[in-house]
């Protein structure tokens, strides 16, 4: 298996001797009369669109027993656009066409695409013994992608603690993937895109289907996602090798991995038995899951969910009485970074405030008025949203029983009349 980026032929069709003679060679170490398939991440159009900055692909009539194949996976632009189209979807509180949403953000359709090409990738080699060359446009996103998913489809080696650890030392921080860029570094916001948690959902599908593969479990993956930004560690910090020797990161920083070992036994696979033999998923989207455990993890419905079906006492904050019904499970603001009604992003000047009514949280603007929700045991005027005070009000005006439990109170301080 061999990696680059995209060859300069430009226009013009301009060739490297060089190139050549160094896929002839790799043939060579093959088995005799061996073929090489040069894998294109890229779709035809896009290759071809290349061409007219000086850039391009292969002209497989110069090469020998070589042929060409484009894998049809978009750029890290398209990945970020739907990246954020299901960070939006997994943010929100509707459940509604919840299915239909998630299909739009199109995550698990780039996921499909990225299985099918390593799963084509390592039968080509496993099946047909030939050698493979792999590359997109620069060589350090989707060409990292689909020759770490391939090497754990291949080689069990990967599907451990250890094995996975070097994969990616190899496969991303060797090669130089720009995670400092990627990550989103605000001195290149285009730049931003969610290309190794790809890769970490990626490997989480072939957990799903082949959970007695891997040494790790699902812990072990959430804890690498949850650490490319927490700079905790330095492993995923600056763009390639060079930077990081520059500053000195093995010094003055701590190794992510070092972290994963002291805690190995709470990332270690009960189910795990060691399988030599190749993992071949399915990669229709109709086998891929979303990734419920990172993206969903702080989903308030879930958490509302749960309480219910668990005989379990949860502690409400605030003043409450001894009668109250189904408590509301508050939203961790950890993680919130915006209103949840009017979408402004939480800042010094724009605070969060819980709603005691649906435990959702929202900007001061959003969240104004108070009422005395009995039913829920507040005993004391609380703070409401505005959706929660608009959907209560009609049911106070329609009670002939004390308001059925609820008491309004405008922002002014003033009961709502009857």
Same mark, same amino acid.
């Given at each position: 298996m061999l990696r680059c980026a995209q060859p300069l032929s430009g226009a013009a069709g301009k060739h490297c001797e060089e190139d050549e003679h160094l896929l002839r060679a790799a043939l060579d170490?093959?088995?005799?009369?061996?073929?090489m398939m040069i894998f294109d991440a890229r779709s035809f159009s896009a290759a071809a669109g290349n061409k007219f900055m000086g850039k391009g692909t292969e002209d497989v009539s110069r090469y020998v027993r070589t042929t060409l194949t484009y894998l049809d996976i978009p750029n890290i632009h398209v990945m970020r656009e739907s990246y954020d189209a299901l960070r939006q979807v997994c943010l929100s509180h509707s459940s509604l066409k919840w299915h239909s949403e998630? +299909?739009?953000?199109? *995550?698990?359709?780039?996921?499909?695409?990225l299985l099918k090409g390593s799963t084509t990738i390592a039968r080509y080699m496993k099946q047909k013994g030939g050698s493979t060359l792999i590359h997109c446009s620069d060589g350090w996103d989707r060409t990292s992608q689909l020759t770490s998913l391939s090497q754990i489809i291949m080689d069990s080696e990967y599907r451990t603690i250890s094995g996975?650890?070097?994969?990616?030392?190899?496969? *991303?921080?060797?090669?130089?993937?720009?995670? /400092? &860029?990627r990550l989103g570094h605000?001195?290149?916001?285009?730049?931003?895109?969610?290309?190794?948690? /790809?890769?970490? &959902?990626c490997t989480h /599908?072939?957990?799903? /289907?082949?959970? +007695?593969?891997f040494e790790f479990n699902m812990h072990f993956l959430i804890s690498i996602a949850d650490h490319l930004n927490s700079s905790w560690f330095g492993t995923f910090i600056y763009n390639n090798d060079e930077e990081r020797h520059a500053k000195s990161v093995v010094v003055n920083t701590l190794s992510l991995w070092a972290h994963i070992i002291a805690e190995r036994g709470k990332m270690l696979n009960p189910q795990y038995s060691v399988l030599k033999e190749p993992i071949y998923p399915i990669c229709n989207v109709r086998r891929l899951r979303l990734w419920e455990e990172y993206f969903l993890r702080y989903d308030y419905t879930a958490l509302l969910a749960q309480s219910r079906d668990c005989d379990v006492d949860i502690e409400i904050p605030g003043s409450v009485s001894d009668n109250a019904d189904t408590p509301v499970v508050w939203m961790s603001d950890d993680h919130i970074r915006e209103c949840s009604f009017c979408q402004q992003r939480f800042s010094a000047f724009r605070r969060r405030h819980h709603c005691r009514s649906c435990g959702r949280v929202f900007c001061h603007d959003c969240s104004k008025n108070k009422g005395v929700l009995t039913h829920l045991g507040y005993i004391q005027p609380v703070r409401i949203c505005d959706e929660c005070y608009k959907k209560t009000l009609p049911q106070i005006v329609g009670s002939q029983d004390n308001h059925d439990g609820y008491v309004l109170v405008s922002e002014d301080g003033q009961r709502e009349p009857d």
């Open positions: 170490v093959g088995p005799p009369n061996g073929h998630i +299909e739009n953000t199109q *995550w698990l359709n780039h996921l499909s695409l996975f650890m070097v994969l990616v030392d190899k496969e *991303w921080l060797s090669f130089g993937h720009k995670f /400092q &860029d605000p001195a290149h916001p285009q730049e931003r895109s969610p290309i190794f948690l /790809q890769f970490l &959902d /599908q072939l957990l799903l /289907q082949f959970p +007695e593969a």
